[in-house]
């Protein structure tokens, strides 16, 4: 039986472990990155529907990743805010240093 979580805080540890794998880790890294970039364009050009581009791209690597590297269901079908917020803090701490391409 698969646990309930009640906040971020008690969802997170369990987001890392979904995320054990360098693979995984490098194709979220990546399409996060390319999510940033395609907002950005929505912004100088103007064109919100960049942004849905830029959920697309981020969720194709995701998914990559977890069907193809680390081979589990992504947490976005449970927890889809947790794991949007998940996938954010992981991407900036990875930038910052705090989490790295391990495993």
Same mark, same amino acid.
């Given at each position: 039986?698969?646990? @309930?979580?009640?906040?971020?805080?008690?969802?997170?540890?369990?987001?890392?472990? @979904?995320h054990r794998k360098k693979g995984t880790r490098i194709s979220h890294?990546?399409?996060?990155?390319?999510?940033?970039?395609?907002?950005?364009?929505?912004?100088?050009?103007?064109?919100?529907?960049?942004?849905?581009?830029?959920?697309?791209?981020?969720?194709?690597?995701?998914?990559?990743?977890?069907?193809?590297?680390?081979?589990?269901?992504?947490?976005?079908?449970?927890?889809?805010?947790?794991?949007?917020?998940?996938?954010?803090?992981?991407?900036? @701490?990875?930038?910052?240093?705090?989490?790295?391409?391990?495993?």
């Amino acid at each position: 039986m698969e646990k @309930e979580y009640k906040n971020f805080d008690e969802f997170y540890p369990y987001y890392l472990t @979904e995320h054990r794998k360098k693979g995984t880790r490098i194709s979220h890294f990546i399409g996060t990155t390319l999510f940033f970039v395609w907002v950005a364009s929505a912004v100088i050009s103007l064109n919100p529907l960049h942004i849905l581009y830029g959920a697309i791209t981020a969720y194709f690597f995701a998914w990559i990743g977890h069907f193809f590297i680390e081979k589990n269901k992504p947490a976005t079908f449970k927890y889809p805010l947790m794991s949007l917020r998940g996938d954010f803090k992981l991407y900036f @701490e990875i930038l910052s240093g705090k989490q790295g391409f391990k495993g």
